[in-house]
């Protein structure tokens, strides 16, 4: 079986491995007190450009997604998010868990739009009823969105001065961020997203690492007495090394950006190798996530050899369905997969 | 620096990350319907005598502890817990963050009277008040407690025998369970322990693993979907494998039993060395801690070459200190400790 | 100044105020134990039909809703509500603030849809991914409405087949409950709307009472401990019986339906005015808000002598205003504001 | 059945009605915003000496207590009580549903000493783990206590600087506030509390109200947004009116005052008959409750004609009974029982 049906269906990459091989039995000082943290922050911060940022590991998304926003948020305050947002669908109310509402706001091709959102905020400060409603108390995007849609850097900008025009944080999930840094349709460094967010994380699991994401707020704007939060959410790792030896390895000589530049690659040519063996594009997407509408026939045919994501139904005879690539796709999946869809296309 | 300071200063057993790097590039599917994860679960349930127990791996002990409590308690229920419990004390309010109240009854050594129990729960439900009251919803319990003490058989039984008459769970705590189960003064197995409980998890940060613990259901009473709590938690691994691989090697060939083992004959060893070494033993402790009283000159001495960690201020002049072994800890580190503790204490 | 800016300007029907001045001295058992309480539950199973009913008071709309909704939900379930319910905008997220997402699904006139609902709930069922969701666990819908528009007898069948049918609780929120079943476009008692729920409330704040509402679960389902869930809610009263004596006194010789029958006359009344004077109406309303669209200009100036309010801005110089009737409602306010109303439009 | 069984075991002081009636058909705007709060805040500042007072008023002690603790916490901390306070005990857990703990610290007497709290913060802060543990964020005392025992003005302030220094809001529940400030045993006035609390309610179930509870703002501290926070806490009454029309009554013309204190001189009445009769006192209190030991048979003899309340076991022949009065105790009542005591153990 071929597998392009996710991002994180195999470990991580083999120098990550060799790190935690390497020093398992070196004794570290618990719960991210431990030189590779110490390291891997240093190299973060580097990395952002942001020689103050404060920077916490947790362990995905949803998870990180629930702790940043409980931290961070007043009692009476919810967190604004697209329809489409992963907090909004997928994470099974983890945010109303800790008491909070998510704020929907239409989303467009995955992302909110500034006008979008500063029509939802002056609607709401507008209204004189508005002390019977949740305040809006920060932002939460995703890049790569969802769908794998990218925020330009104007965009982003224009996002972030509405935040601060409100004094709401902007929080930037970054599941996938590697991804939508090496993307070409990407005009944006990592430094940017630090300068353009208040809050975002950098993640590992989908990018290279068997778990792990790290939370980098960018304005001197930890909450307070954060470690006590997020052992309280369960998010605090004895272990916390496993983490830094991680996030260590992949911000030396950017091994999460070549790694991620390799997923692009590769993804750039499965995207070709849709059109070549004319597949349906569902939908346009720069980073990657690749869509197809497929007959269902073909779809069942085709899942014989080939892992790939059900994504929806398009019609009743027509479904789509979403492949995936990675750090770990190699040239010779890509190939099989081409083969595959010829025989079925032709 | 000699390492006795916790039992999870090391990564993990040698044959786990072997593990991991030979399984590394398998795909597999996510969120624990991997067939590592399957294995491991069907190893656990023969290592429980348990055949139709029910299991889902966390990862970290306040995690699973506030994921499991929050899954079983009804909304006007609390946990009773030793007021020693880890709940009680060091998981920075993890169960009432779920909105729900620990119940502290007093602690005997660490442990749960069967009597005291009896008694608190009479009260209860004896109180023509009670309806103003939180409901005592479960039992919590941990095995070692957090000073290492353990429940002998017979104990445990009354324990459970109380719970069942008031129709309460009782959940045991099992984050060094394996030191627990190959203590000399154990006389009870894992079977013991799924027999006498209706929820337990099996610790394996403490015990070999980088992460993870196997929480067991014993009675066939996994929550209803549990799984989507479980992803509300934060504590859903896109990489389930990452845990499945660890826990299906620690449960090959009693590994998991096997390293438990040898972190109590060094613990044995270390006892033997603190007594010949003229050290004051603060308490008896049957498992993998132990604790001695040490004048503070002496502690600030000792620790220029062993990590050990701090437990609590005696009196004035001394200080309760801990030492701890585990899988990890190898004979010239004994050898080492007893040079510096003879060179200290003649 | 003249009121129709909501049904709550005016403190209790007199006949309320009499029976709590009577009755003001006797002692009483408290939390709800008193004989006031106990009769007015018998009153209201005898009018709604339903002898078997189980009956708690509460005080106020967002207290109740919030209430009823963390007693019947599981850990991993939410609440389908219209995305203009109250619940899902204007109760300050008090639903969250208890861990449980509000499923907002689009509403049609302020109602839900049966084949809405319908396929809401096939295509989550029918989602592979549902277990990373928040459940459906009960369904709300209020009526009137916001907008004051009614289910018929059909349609509350017809929803409460399709909650059924998936075996989810239907909860109605009458904050407005007399002035929707006296309204002359209303095909239903209230035994019908306690046949065709499983839980319900008659407000009292709205209709009457100072404060005071009579949750009503109709199919022998009231949570278990309900009373301490009451408790922890922070809406158990010490002086019950302020409850007991209101609903005993709205429930006796039909007070509640002929007090919410004067307020449908006044509406009605009220609407022949609106038109005769000329006014936009904004849309149809069977209960006892009215909406009008007025310029500007016009609200300022109307706003000098009545009190309405504000709804929402129709465009640059209209806005949308809302008058409302209630059982305090006199003839005069409604001949005073018919000659303002010919004054400013001719 | 003459009832000494609680102090909300009648209606509102009459003159409270009164008012209720007088006011009952003047249209009031919703929320609170309405002239008779505004009066009753302005009259409460004036009785408290503060004048830069933040008033709201809230329904019942249960929802006044979490509903602060709510508010004024951050997500890591939890409130310190006396293991002996209401919110440790009898309120179903209603802060832990906000998701806060209750941090119980030994009382004595119902009362926490100031150096017993000092001993507890400090070692809190002390601890080298503390971040794995709820931080202290307030400090909830009663007043009077659960028992009926007062703080002297020496133990408040005492109490005041040992939270002031560790920056910690200091919060006095008074749900029999004006029975304390009546004892003949109190030291203090409302001003004095007002100074040496941060905030504290003025409890109005217990002390001639139908319903309400004041909650006091000393120092400029009302959180943002707090009405909000009342709102989604299910604590803000459309008809606030019904609240403020009580308050400023009971606070016109020192009534609050008046009548606690008639309830204090029907104490010392009730203790001088408890002693002449021959009672057991249980211990000494110096508020409006008084507690006697009581042979079991005179126990159910005595209940046939005076109401008590059960307050626990003594011994197996033997109770402790509660005898409480109020505004509303009359001579007369006091005559029976003191008719029923003679018989009893004459």
Redesign the interface.
């Known amino acids: ?1 071929i ?1 392009f ?2 991002d ?5 990459h ?1 120098a990550l ?1 060799d790190a ?2 390497r ?8 719960y991210g007190f431990d030189p590779y943290c110490e390291s891997a922050k240093e190299k973060i911060r580097a990395a952002c450009g942001c020689p103050d940022a404060q920077i916490t590991f947790a ?6 997604n ?2 940043v926003i ?2 961070m948020l ?3 305050e ?1 967190v604004v998010a697209a329809d489409s947002g992963h907090i909004s ?6 945010v ?7 704020l ?1 706001v239409p989303g467009e091709d995955g992302k909110i739009r500034a006008d979008v959102l500063k029509a939802f905020l002056d609607r709401f400060f507008g209204d ?2 508005h ?5 809006p108390g920060m932002v939460y995007i995703s890049y790569p969105t969802e769908t794998g849609s990218l925020y330009t850097k104007a965009e982003l900008t224009a996002l972030h001065e509405i935040c601060k025009s409100y004094h709401l944080p902007l929080f930037l999930d970054g599941a996938r961020l590697g991804y939508g840094l090496e993307s070409p349709a990407c005009d944006m460094t990592m430094a940017d997203i630090a300068e353009h967010t208040d809050v975002f994380y950098i993640g590992g ?2 990018v290279g690492a ?2 792990g994401e790290a939370i980098v707020f960018t304005k001197n704007n930890m ?3 954060f ?3 997020v ?9 916390g ?2 983490l830094g030896v991680q996030f260590d390895t992949l911000f030396t000589d950017d091994l999460y950006f070549k790694i991620s530049r390799h997923a692009m690659e590769m993804a750039g040519k499965l995207k070709d190798i849709l059109v070549k063996t004319g597949c349906r594009i569902f939908m346009e997407s720069p980073t990657n996530q690749q869509f197809i509408i497929i007959e269902n026939e073909k779809m069942k045919k085709l899942s014989e050899t080939i ?1 790939f994501s ?1 994504w929806e139904a398009y019609d009743e005879n027509h479904t789509v369905i979403r492949f995936v690539t990675s750090w ?1 796709t190699a040239e010779e999946e890509l190939t099989a997969l081409e083969a595959a869809l010829t025989a079925l296309n032709h």
Chains 1, 2, 3, 4 share one sequence.
């Open positions: 079986m597998s049906d996710n994180y269906n195999r470990g991580a083999p491995l935690l091989v020093t398992n039995m070196e004794p570290c000082t618990g362990v995905g998304g949803t998870q990180t629930s702790l409980r931290a007043h009692e009476y919810g669908q997928h994470e099974a109310g983890a109303e868990g800790t008491g909070h509402k998510v929907q004189d009823n002390d019977h409603m949740v305040f699991t989908k068997l778990i909450p307070a007495h470690m006590t939060t052992k309280r959410h369960g998010a605090l790792l004895a272990k090394r496993v892992a059900f770990a």
